[in-house]
């Protein structure tokens, strides 16, 4: 067996502000040459889910918004250090399917079956006051389209990763997950394999691609301009099983 | 700014089978200098707690394990495809403070609060028939010991974390986690700093030792013999804060 290439997280810098209807996947080739990287045959590429919906115009001006009176009571029942816009409220509200814990944070089922704080809604790195981006609307879809636009751009089969940080019950922390993929496996599903002894393997599923989005987001520090990463020589079958597919099915889930 | 390196994740090969009683340190100076990887300052290593567990000697024979009552019971209750054994009950039991959930899977809070499937009590990779493995006592007094003796051995600064692959709610797949570490910060908060156009980034705080433990899952297949990463490059502020502090203490946790 020949010993395999260490796996590399290659930051992708130059991305300028990313505005409604801009062509993402021209953008994003070009600040990697500009950051003097060269896509390679099953590159992942990582993606900050904020400058797809900024892309794709999934913003919201909140002086459009009425809130319900739901939303006002959620809002005034928040906590007063950091009392929310019941605006705000009122358009995770409409993000939602269905709220699963309101106090002291708001995590709800998004209408993709994410179960998050605040719908994904979001108010970090816009640079316009009053306005707050949503999560894309089918980032399985969103990745999808930049991996076949990045395919005709540049010769190569690049997947693409989606992500976002999600909170957890029990752990501390944000880590960042996969909200959206194309081309690598979701999950890695080693129960047919065996351990190093011969024993089968139990149970050992691994979110690969939840893994791949922690991985990037460490070379991904929030306050900097790094919304990109590319992941290099990471050994994988391609598939364009979904991301959603590792959202848990609610019938097997013990905590909802 | 100059250009950041690149971070890179470099698998450590020829670890033998640890036994009780190894001399842990001196075996994966010895496994990286085989594999042609020499210790730089501050790289990070990421260790599958088993092999941690098996120098530790945290191995348990199951023929020397009466069940209780209540493991019996437990046992009888589980699924019938899968039934499990009440002696590894009753060690799982012993292992928890508390049941979380008892079905379809035994989630448990462990001695030290970890939630997790089985108490962290595993069958896999071991090459004995009948044994079962524990979680370390003190996963980040293991690391801490395991760093002191890499820095006597190398010279260098290297920080250790611990891993384990724990389930989550609400969405599928494992993920590699910190259970234990020493050197670098469990949590990075980024509350006091700002986004890029300059607004207070909110609860922001990255769970940073368990992103690098997925990120070093990638490079440690669970079938081949690779229980130990070295990430390289990852620029952080040396900690000495334990990866306990990313337990989410019982009274803010909506989902226990």
Known sequence: MSKPRPIQLLPIFHIPEIRPGDDLPRILVAAAKKSKIAFRQNDILVLAQKIISKSENRLIDLTTITPSQRAIDLA????????????????????????????????????HGFVCANAGVDQSNIPRENIVSLLPQNPDASAKKIAQALRKLTRKKIAVIISDTFGRPWRLGLTNIAIGSYGVPPLRDLRGTHDQHGKPLHATIIATADELASAASLAMPKSAATPAVLIRNFIYQPSTAPATTIIRPPNLDLFR
Chains 1, 2 share one sequence.
Request: charged content about 40%; overall charge positive; cysteine-free.
């Open 76 to 111: 005034a029942a928040s906590d007063t250090d950091r009392r929310k816009d019941p605006r705000v409220v009122e358009v995770i509200l409409r993000q939602s399917r269905r709220i699963v814990r309101d106090h002291p944070v708001l995590i709800v089922e998004t209408h």
